[in-house]
Structure formats: structure tokens, C-alpha cells
């Protein structure tokens, strides 16, 4: 059986400091547990049959999502940590990822870099 961390963070590093607060605030609204993201579903190849919205509530499969500060050295850096809800289903990774790609859209001269993945809350967050 696969095992999935109950932890994830993230480093994002953008271009300057002003461009760090930016994304910071687009991305507070975005991982409010309340979020919703919809995911159409089409039940045939051609899509000859009604597909159907699926959608899916960020609490539901994250007990908490933090923006933390980079660090005294890095101001145009910050954190972001996903407490993933051990009860979550498998779809945690798609709203994950989903929230990381609108972080890249909204800035895309800005990194993401996986930083931490376990079951322990990361110690340097």
C-alpha cells in the first residue's frame, strides 16, 4: 500500500521582493479552505455523453495551508506547507498541484521547489 506524507513544502523564490508579496496575496485567496476546483468529466471518448463537474473543496483534503516567510536571507522567498488530512482521498495531489501551477501562471518568472515530504511538520517552517 503507498504511503503519502501528511506534510509537503515548498520554496518559492521570486525575482524581487515586491513580486514575492504579489504572489503572496493572489495565492491567500486561492488556498482558503473554502476554494473549490472543478474537474469536468467527460464519461466517453468523444464526449457524446453529458459530462458532469466534479468539484472539490481544499479543506476537505488539507487540514491546513500556510504561507511562511522564506527567511531573513531570502526576502523574495517564501513557504508554502500543505497539511494534507489523513483521511484524504487521492485527489489531494491534483488540488496541490493545481494550486502550485496557478502560483506559476500568476508569476512565471518565480521557482517552486519541493523543500520537505513526510509525516513530521517541517522543523525550519
Known sequence: MRHDPLFTSWLVKCPSAE????????LRTALDPDATDADVV???????APSAALVY??????????????????PAAFRIVFSRRADAGRF?????????QEGRQSSPSATTTLEYRGDEEPSRC
Open 57 to 74: 473543496r481544499l479543506g476537505d483534503y488539507f487540514s491546513d495551508i500556510r504561507l511562511l516567510p522564506g527567511g531573513p536571507a531570502a
Open 92 to 100: 489531494w495531489k491534483d488540488l496541490m498541484a493545481r494550486t502550485l
Open 42 to 48: 467527460r464519461p466517453t471518448p468523444q464526449g457524446a
Open 19 to 26: 513580486e514575492s508579496q504579489r504572489l503572496q496575496q493572489r
